[in-house]
C-alpha cells in the first residue's frame, strides 16, 4: 500500500487529470464515449493495481481493445435512454393507462443509469458479450443498490460543484468518477461473489 506522502498525492493528483483528459478527448466523437469510459476505468484499475505510471500508453491500448464491445453497448443505452427519457419529457398521459405507461418509463430510465454506472468496468476487466456485461452490470447495481445511489450522487454532485467551479469538470471529475466505480466494483463483486459467475 502506498504512503500518504506529499509525493504520492501528486503523482495521484497528476494520475487524475491525466485520465480525466484522455476520457474527454477521446469521447469527443459522442459514439466513442462507451470505449473511453471503457479504457479510462481499465487505466484506473491498472493504476491502482500496478501502481504504474504509463496512462497514457494503457489506455490507448484498453480504448482499441474495447472499442467493438463498448461502443455497442454505449449506442444501444443512448438509443434506448434516448426514447424513454423523450417520452418522459414530451408524452403527456391522458387516463389511466396513459398515466400507467408514462409510469412505467420512470424505473426503466432508473435502470439504465444504474446499468451505465458498471457496464463498461465489467467490459474492462472480462471478455464478455455485450448482452453479458449489461446483465452483470444490472445483477451489481441491484444488489448493491444504495452504494449505487450513491456512485451517481457522487456525479451529480461533482457536475454541480462544475457549474459554479469549471476546472472541476474540466480537470478532475471524469477521472476521479471512473477510479471510484473501479473501486466500488471491487466492493460489490466481493458481496456478491459475480467474478466467478462472470468467468462462466
Known sequence: MEHFSLKNIMTWIYRVIMLNGLFILFSLPIVTIGAASTATVATAHNLRVSNS???????VGAFKSHFKTATKVWLGMLLFGGVLLYNLINFEPIGSIGSLIWLIQLPLV??????GLFVFSIL???????MRAVKCAWIISNRNLLLSIGVFGFIVLGFEIGRYVPVVNIFLLSGTVHILIDYVLDISMKRIKLD?????
Open 53 to 59: 505510471d504509463d496512462v497514457y500508453k494503457y489506455f
Open 110 to 115: 432508473f435502470q439504465v443509469v444504474m446499468i
Open 124 to 130: 474492462s476487466r472480462f471478455e464478455v458479450s455485450s
Open 196 to 200: 466467478q459467475n462472470i468467468q462462466i
